[in-house]
C-alpha cells in the first residue's frame, strides 16, 4: 500500500524568510512518481511537480526548489524568499504505474502562511 | 487553466437527496479520475475511468457510481446524501494508455464542484 506522509500541518513565517515542507512516502513499487500540488484560498489544484523515482536531481524552479531522497524516502520542497502570494495549502502526493491506472495517493497537506 | 471542466462549481442540497456531477476532460485525454476532497477523509482517490470503462475504483462508497461516456465526459453520481458527503469533487483527465506500466501520463485538475449537504 502506497502511504504520504506530512508531519507538519501548518507553518507559519514572515515574508522573505525560506521554508521548507517535508513529505516522506512509502511504496513497494520501484517504479513511481512524486508530485507537489498548491491549493490556494481559491480552491483550485495547482500542479507544481513531478518527480520519477529514477530521477533523484535536485530542481530548482525560481524561488522553489525540491531535494528528493531515495535513502529516506523523502520528497521536500523549499521556498526561498517567501511571498505572501505563497500562502496556500501544500499537499506532496505519490503515484505508482500500474496498467494505466496512475492515481494519486496525496498527503494530509500542509497549510503555509506567510506573514507580510 | 487546465483544460478540464467541471460543473456546477457550487451545489447545496439537502440530505437524502441525489446529485450529478460533470466533468469534461481536456480534449484528447481518454481518462477521468474523480476525487473527492474532504474535512475528514482529505484528498483520496474515488474511481477512474479510460475510454469509457471503469478501470480502477479506490474509497468510493455504493451510494457513489460514476460512469464515462462515448463522447468522455464522466459524470459522479451521488445518492442519499449525508451530512459527511459535504466535500469539494475534483475530476482530474490524462491521455493514460493502458497496460504501460512505467510510463506516466501526467493528470490535469479541474477546478472541482464544492457540494454542500444539508
Known amino acids: 500500500a502506497q502511504k504520504v506522509t506530512q508531519a507538519q500541518t501548518e507553518i507559519s513565517v514572515v515574508e522573505k524568510e525560506d521554508v521548507t515542507l517535508d513529505c516522506v512516502y512509502e511504496?513497494?513499487?520501484?517504479?513511481?512518481?512524486l508530485f507537489w500540488y498548491k491549493q490556494p484560498p481559491s480552491g483550485e489544484l495547482v500542479f507544481l511537480i513531478r518527480?520519477?523515482?529514477?530521477?533523484?536531481q535536485n530542481e530548482i524552479s525560481g524561488r522553489y526548489s525540491w531535494n528528493f531522497q531515495k535513502s529516506t524516502s523523502s520528497f521536500n520542497f523549499t521556498i526561498t524568499a517567501s511571498q505572501v502570494v505563497d500562502s496556500a495549502v501544500y499537499f506532496c502526493?505519490?503515484?505508482?504505474?500500474?496498467?494505466?491506472?496512475?492515481?494519486?495517493?496525496f498527503g494530509t497537506g500542509t497549510r503555509l502562511t506567510i506573514i507580510p | 487553466d487546465s483544460g478540464v471542466t467541471q460543473t456546477p462549481k457550487h451545489l447545496i442540497t439537502a440530505t437524502g437527496q441525489r446529485v450529478t456531477l460533470r466533468c469534461s476532460p481536456r480534449?484528447?485525454?481518454?481518462?477521468v479520475y474523480w476525487y473527492q476532497q474532504s474535512l475528514d477523509q482529505g484528498l483520496q482517490f474515488l474511481i477512474h475511468?479510460?475510454?469509457?470503462?471503469?478501470?480502477a475504483k479506490g474509497n468510493i462508497l455504493e451510494r457513489f457510481s460514476a460512469q464515462q461516456f462515448p463522447d468522455l465526459h464522466s459524470e459522479l453520481n451521488l445518492s442519499s446524501l449525508e451530512l459527511g458527503d459535504s466535500a469539494l469533487y475534483f475530476c482530474?483527465?490524462?491521455?493514460?494508455?493502458?497496460?504501460?506500466?512505467?510510463?506516466?501520463?501526467?493528470?490535469?485538475f479541474g477546478p472541482g464542484t464544492r457540494l454542500t449537504v444539508l
Open positions: 482530474a483527465s490524462s491521455v493514460s494508455p493502458p497496460g504501460q506500466r512505467g510510463l506516466y501520463n501526467e493528470q490535469f
Open positions: 511504496t513497494r513499487d520501484t517504479t513511481y512518481y
Open positions: 518527480r520519477n523515482s529514477f530521477d533523484e
Open positions: 502526493a505519490l503515484s505508482d504505474v500500474f496498467f494505466g491506472n496512475e492515481k494519486l495517493t
Open positions: 480534449s484528447g485525454d481518454l481518462s
Open positions: 475511468y479510460y475510454n469509457g470503462e471503469e478501470r
